[in-house]
């Protein structure tokens, strides 16, 4: 059994963000990752993916983007090929090709056993990240045969899928993504829409996200939302990058190039899908969520006087009558993409620390076992802890945690 200071499991943003600031500390410490640096960046995304935020938030503890196209957006291989500079860097304890099978305190240490052997340390750091296990509904069961089943991390490109339309299942970030690009590739596409957050892409002459970034609305703290739960599960903004000109992806965008939009899947039979009755519901709620948005980004343009571009609203949007149910087979649906978000696998953790929702159990990081922390989790401590650009600030933090955890006395 090898003794260390502090294993950190994980070698993505997360993972290499806490490694730098723990070797800014000068402390001990290992980074086990059961593939490589950036491989979920490549081997779990389609071809034309880019990152949702444009590149001048590409930021991590002692790196900030200065290419010339501060306005665009990454590709994920090229945000793979650079989480891969960054480790080497700072010379990352990185060890590739081993995951995790159990973590046990023990004695006021943790034993991290992995298959090529045991670690025994202070600390451990959770950089797992949000994206663990495709969030499969349970009603996804008993298709059709004939009919190709996949989640997202399986799709690359149009050519990949059986020629014919497709059902795309979830209606935030990614699966607005696959629904536009399968509509242009000139299929058939029903998108079936749960709970979802829109936005445009730009207002006001920037980026939504440089607004977010301005107003400190990226910035709040999970201490002093309402709903600390119901902030952690929000959909993700339908948001599209590009490697071109930014655009805008929503419904009604969606709409206007003939994807067909009905209610939240509840369902199948074998040949026939089935659909909720709340579509119009939920795109008028996610049209006031927005438009409240926007209305605080006026107020503070407004008072700080910043030069803006004129004000042009998202226009409102009422989607046309939705059917309950869908003839897979006879409307030539040959595919269904499950584009319905992720669960965590924390099953490697010691028991009693996850809450009902199966998420552990933390504030702002910080677990009831002590030495074993978080990082990298949607609003762990504020809105952009889950970012690339947020990330840094909580690793600061959770590495002088760990630094402090090493020198205290051990528990009996």
Do not use: K
Not at 61 to 79: K, L
Not at 107 to 132: E, F, K, M, Q
């Amino acid at each position: 059994m090898s003794n260390i200071d502090t294993v950190v499991v994980g070698a993505g943003q997360a993972g290499l963000a806490a490694s730098h600031e723990l070797t800014r500390l000068g402390h001990e410490h290992v980074v086990l990752d059961r593939h490589a640096v950036g491989d979920r960046w490549m081997g779990r995304r389609w071809d034309s993916q880019t990152l949702l935020t444009p590149n001048w938030m590409t930021r991590l503890p002692g790196h900030a983007y200065d290419g010339q196209d501060p306005d665009r957006f990454m590709s994920t291989a090229d945000f793979a090929a650079l989480l891969r500079a960054y480790a080497r860097g700072f010379s990352a304890p990185v060890e590739g090709g081993v995951g995790v099978d159990r973590v046990q305190p023990r004695g006021g240490r943790l034993i991290v056993y992995t298959p090529s052997g045991a670690w025994s340390a202070r600390n451990v750091i959770v950089a797992t990240g949000w994206c663990d296990i495709p969030g499969v509904p349970g009603a996804a069961a008993g298709l059709h045969p004939s009919i190709h089943s996949l989640v997202s991390d399986e799709y690359r490109n149009p050519d990949s899928l059986p020629e014919g339309g497709v059902l795309v299942v979830g209606a935030s970030a990614t699966g607005a993504q696959l629904a536009d690009e399968l509509r242009r590739d000139g299929r058939r596409v029903v998108l079936a829409v749960g709970s979802h957050v829109r936005l445009p892409r730009r207002y006001r002459g920037a980026d939504i996200m440089e607004w977010l970034d301005r107003t400190g609305s990226l910035d709040r703290r999970i201490d002093d939302m309402p709903d600390p739960a119901a902030a952690v599960r929000e959909p993700a903004a339908q948001l599209v990058g590009s490697r071109g000109e930014p655009r805008t992806i929503d419904l009604p965008s969606l709409a206007s190039r003939g994807v067909e939009l009905v209610g939240r899947f509840t369902g199948n039979d074998g040949r026939t899908a089935h659909f909720d009755t709340a579509l119009a519901a939920r795109v008028s709620l996610a049209d006031r969520v927005m438009h409240r948005v926007l209305d605080r980004l006026d107020g503070f343009i407004e008072r700080s006087g910043m030069p803006a571009g004129a004000t042009r609203r998202p226009v409102e949007f009422t989607p046309p009558d939705a059917p309950t149910s869908l003839d897979l087979i006879g409307g030539g649906i040959r595919t269904v993409i499950w584009a319905t978000g992720y669960r965590r696998d924390y099953s490697w953790l010691p028991a009693g620390l996850l809450d009902a929702h199966g998420e552990l159990r933390h504030h702002h990081g910080v677990t009831d076992i002590p030495g074993l922390t978080a990082l990298g989790l949607r609003f762990q401590r504020t809105r952009r802890s889950n970012f690339i650009d947020g990330v840094g600030a909580d690793a600061a933090i959770v590495a002088d945690r760990a630094h402090a955890h090493v020198s205290a006395p051990v528990a009996a």
